[in-house]
């Protein structure tokens, strides 16, 4: 059974900082790209940042320069340091995983709260 496991949401002000994590058990062979994506109330689910296997990333622009993005191969694990946290930050994020096939997994999401 395919689970992924986030951890690390909260509350903080703004200009304070977390760490979300993700733990992917379950997934038969590679793990190709890992992800984050974000859902504000009355949003779309929008891409926050993707890493490739290798270690390529991709962000989305509102996070570029305050979000980074890194993977543990061995552990199957996915992080998200958010510094520099804006209101705007508020939202629901999920962990996504596409195995060999690019089938993709979808975390529980955990909430950010940022307050001003």
């Known amino acids: 059974q395919v689970q992924l496991v986030e951890s690390g949401g909260g509350l903080v002000q703004a200009g304070g900082s977390l760490r979300l994590s993700c733990a992917a058990s379950?997934?038969?062979?590679?793990?190709?790209?890992m992800a984050w994506y974000r859902q504000a109330p009355g949003k779309q689910r929008e891409l926050v940042a993707t890493?490739?296997?290798?270690?390529?990333?991709n962000y989305g622009d509102s996070v570029k320069g305050r979000f980074t993005i890194s993977r543990d191969n061995t552990k199957n694990t996915v992080t998200l340091q958010m510094n520099n946290l804006k209101t705007e930050d508020t939202a629901v994020y999920y962990c996504?995983?596409?195995?060999?096939?690019?089938?993709?997994?979808w975390g529980q999401g955990t909430q950010v709260t940022v307050s001003s």
């Open positions: 996504n995983v596409a195995n060999w096939e690019w089938r993709e997994y």
């Open positions: 379950g997934i038969t062979g590679t793990i190709n790209r």
């Open positions: 890493i490739s296997r290798d270690r390529m990333t």
